[in-house]
Structure formats: C-alpha cells, structure tokens
C-alpha cells in the first residue's frame, strides 16, 4: 500500500509569489490535515479536511488556504509568500475524523522563500 | 506555553541506556499520541495511549498518561543509535478539535 505522497519536496520561491503543495493521501482514507515546521515555532496545525469540507483550522492568515477533492487528495496554497514561510510543510492522513487513530505522515514540502 | 510542551528540549544518552521524554498538556483530551521524526523527514507514529489508560507498552516503548496532571511519559529502553531522532507528542483537544503538536525532544544516542 503506497504512503502518503507530497509534491513538490522541494520548491524555492521569491516574496510576493504564490505555492501550490499537494497531498495524495493513502487509499482509503478520508481524512488529510497539514502542519507547517519551523526551527522557531515547531509543528503548527493549519488546517483539516474530512470528505472535501474543512472541520478545522489553525492560526494562520488568509493567505494559507486549502481544499481537498472527491478523492480525497488534497492541495494547499500560500499567496504572496513572505520570507517566514520557509519551512517544511507536512501532510498527513487518517481513515477517519482522526481523533481516534494515528496520523500517517508524508516526506513534507520543503519551501524557501527568497 | 503552547499545548504539548516537551522536556526535556534535547537529551543525549550513551547506547544501551534507558531515555524518558516528558509531555504536558492544557485541555481535556481523547487521546495522546507520540511520534519520532528523523531529520528533515515526515513524522513517524509509536504509540497511543487513550485518556482512561494510565500506561502502554509497545517492544522497548512505554508510556504513561496522568490525566490529573496533564502529562505524559515516553521511555525508551535499551536506546540503540537508530534511535536517534525527534520525538512529539500531539494531543486533539475536546474543546476545539484542534490537533496539537509539542515542540519535541532531540534524542541523540551517543556510540
């Protein structure tokens, strides 16, 4: 059974311009949740998707958005990226709503903004 | 402080002997979970341990969880180099449904 899968891993991006990181979860499950990882702030949740609807979301600003689709994959986007959004963005996937199983983690997206 | 707080932040330990890696909490919970993270690499789960356990094992893990005092143990024994890593504990508060994440401990196991 394949892992959860992010791309891109690596990406570099200038101040003002926007990302698209994606997420396809593992077959079966429904439920896929991002963190973005810092050295100075650690794991910070951003936001949770169950069947397409957002259930929760962090403390970020509106600049951080996401949705997932019919199958389950899922997409986040950063607009007018500033330098402090450098870091390591993972995804991770649930069978279900999550609070009851594990969290099945990608390799993350590794931004650099320049 | 944000929930989930690690201590110790990092911890090196000679191969062979036992590590202990402490988390606290804020709110009530359902559950907490610990995961490793190798460098630079996706998370890793070890173990759950549900609010009315007070302790689980799984091979040279175990971890307790004090619902009285919003803390949980991770021990691992035996440490071996392969251990090193970071290790988190995340918790989903029952007020928010929010998944949480400490900031985690640095195990490095010295040869």
């Known amino acids: 059974k394949a892992g959860v899968t992010q791309t891109p891993r690596y990406l570099i991006k200038t101040r003002g311009q926007q990302v698209t990181l994606s997420c396809s979860p593992i077959s079966g499950h429904r439920s896929v949740s991002w963190y973005q990882q810092t050295p100075g702030q650690g794991l910070q949740f951003l936001f949770e998707?169950?069947?397409?609807?957002?259930?929760n979301k962090g403390n970020f600003p509106g600049r951080f958005s996401g949705r997932q689709f019919s199958n389950s994959r899922s997409e986040m986007n950063v607009s007018t990226l500033e330098l402090g959004d450098s870091a390591l963005y993972l995804c991770?996937?649930?069978?279900?709503?999550?609070?009851?199983?594990?969290?099945?983690f990608g390799e993350g997206s590794r931004l650099t903004v320049l | 402080s944000q929930q989930g707080e690690e201590d110790p932040q990092a911890l090196s330990i000679q191969e062979g002997e036992n590590a202990t890696m402490n988390c606290s909490y804020k709110t009530s919970i359902n559950n907490l979970q610990w995961y490793r993270q190798n460098s630079g690499r996706g998370l890793v789960h070890l173990i759950l341990i549900r609010s009315n356990e007070r302790e689980k094992h799984s091979g040279r893990l175990r971890v307790t969880l004090d619902t009285s005092k919003k803390s949980s143990s991770l021990l691992i024994t035996a440490s071996r180099a392969a251990d090193t890593a970071s290790y988190f504990c995340?918790?989903?508060?029952?007020?928010?449904?929010?998944?949480?994440f400490g900031k985690g401990t640095r195990l490095h196991i010295l040869p």
């Open positions: 998707y169950f069947s397409e609807t957002q259930r």
């Open positions: 995340a918790t989903r508060s029952d007020r928010d449904d929010k998944i949480i």
């Open positions: 991770a996937s649930s069978l279900g709503r999550g609070n009851t199983g594990e969290l099945f």
